[in-house]
């Protein structure tokens, strides 16, 4: 072997190098899949005892004390099992409802949080005294885990059993379309100018130059603009999807820029060419040729974008939009949550309840998020033009 004019004596070390990096690289990726299934496993197995909640049936007097005294409507023996937050809304079924006035119903009514971690078999803090008296009730099937219809109808609340992620979804829904609203059509333009009518000089260089800087900001800084220019500067009103919208859409335009550059610039030279020579002009060419066919690029772009900001706190922390909101906003002028703030104020809460409703609030954003990118996935693969 020697003697061959061809034979390279380092080839069988280069050859074993390859193959120790190929092993590693895909030792990696095992390692990386194997990491992201036990963390899915483990906040699916945290994430389901929120999808159930305690019941217990009992008789409810509504009663002109009970309306003073929301304790008094149920049995002595049950007002450490009932939930605090469901006698209080006594007053309000009475308003509602003022038939009720008088009468003596045999409800389902909700548990306190201290028991329905008991029957999950969680930690808890009920006495000796108080656990006879649910086993009791599990005997005379008087107890029950059922649907927590109550996760997804209410809003946040101090007390962990009547907590909900209503209003921080649709307080994440009215953000994300203040924010699409005004970074889609800047974040177009800019690229269609950038891209087909701007010079290259100095000023279209600085200006590219800024907007790739911008995506490279950490997220909280965009919060800090927010507050000087939108609420200090401008006046607008504190922890609203308004600021929290336009905030993010600071911080989501370069990402919208520089995809829809990307798919600008994937539309082939001679469609252009084509436009010319059948007499259009530059604009007609852009309008009507080159922005549809490199629109499947620009949603996925955009919708990419989107999913991103869905899933910032930092920014809107710095906004307000972390206070503690009972109520669904109606509009985007209305105080809000979102899900990542909501999540991460759950996640400070010392009640053993709010561990699994912080575990389901994370998979509720994962949803969305794996949601919009398979969108932007069906978009680039069913509308992008091959060439």
């Known amino acids: 072997m020697s003697n061959n004019p061809f034979y390279d004596p380092s080839l069988k070390h280069r050859h074993r190098s390859a193959y120790m990096l190929k092993l590693l690289s895909r030792l990696s990726i095992l390692f990386t899949l194997g990491f992201l299934l036990f963390f899915l496993f483990d906040m ?30 149920v049995p002595k023996e049950y007002r450490k099992v009932v939930s605090r937050a469901w006698l209080r809304n006594i007053p309000r079924q009475m308003e509602e409802d003022p038939g009720l006035l008088g009468t003596t119903q045999l409800l389902w009514v909700l548990a306190d949080d201290q028991v329905d971690q008991y029957l999950k078999g969680h930690y808890h803090n009920l006495k000796e005294k108080e656990i006879a008296f649910i086993e009791r ?7 029950k885990l059922d649907w927590n219809g109550v996760f997804f109808n209410n809003g ?12 921080a979804i649709v307080g994440s829904v009215l953000t994300m379309l203040v924010t699409m609203a005004i970074a889609f059509p800047i974040g177009v333009m800019t690229a269609v100018y950038l891209e087909e009518f ?51 859409a600071l911080m989501t335009l370069p990402i919208i820029i520089v995809s829809a550059r990307a798919a600008l610039r ?37 919708i990419i974008g989107l999913a991103q900001a869905i899933g910032e706190t930092a920014p809107l922390i710095i906004i307000g939009m972390i206070a503690f909101i009972p109520d669904t ?38 949803v969305i998020l794996i949601s919009l990118n398979a969108t932007a996935i069906y978009l680039r693969k069913k509308y992008e033009t091959k060439w």
Not at 54 to 60: D, G, L, N
Not at 222 to 244: A, D, E, K, Q, Y
């Open 44 to 73: 699916v197995r945290t994430a389901l005892p929120a999808t159930w909640q305690a019941y217990v049936q009992v008789e409810v007097s509504y009663s002109e004390r009970a309306k003073k005294f929301t304790r008094t409507a």
């Open 137 to 143: 009730l599990k005997t005379e099937n008087t107890i």
């Open 156 to 167: 946040d609340s101090k007390i962990p059993e009547y907590a909900g992620i209503r209003s």
């Open 198 to 248: 701007a010079k290259d000089n100095a000023f279209t260089h600085f200006i590219e130059v800024n907007i790739n800087n911008l995506a490279a900001i950490p997220s909280i800084l965009f919060g800090l603009l927010g507050l000087s220019v939108f609420i200090n500067l401008f006046g607008l009103p504190r922890s609203t999807p308004l600021v929290g919208g336009m905030t993010l």
């Open 266 to 302: 994937s539309v082939p030279a001679s469609i252009r060419q084509a436009g010319y020579g059948l007499g259009l002009t530059k604009l007609d060419i852009v309008k009507d040729h080159v922005v549809p066919i490199a629109m499947p690029g620009i949603l996925t772009g955009s």
């Open 329 to 366: 906003p109606q509009s985007i002028v209305e105080a809000a949550t979102v899900l990542p703030a909501q999540v991460f104020t759950w996640a400070g809460m010392p009640e053993r309840a709010y561990v699994e409703k912080t575990a389901a609030g994370i998979i509720v954003i994962l």
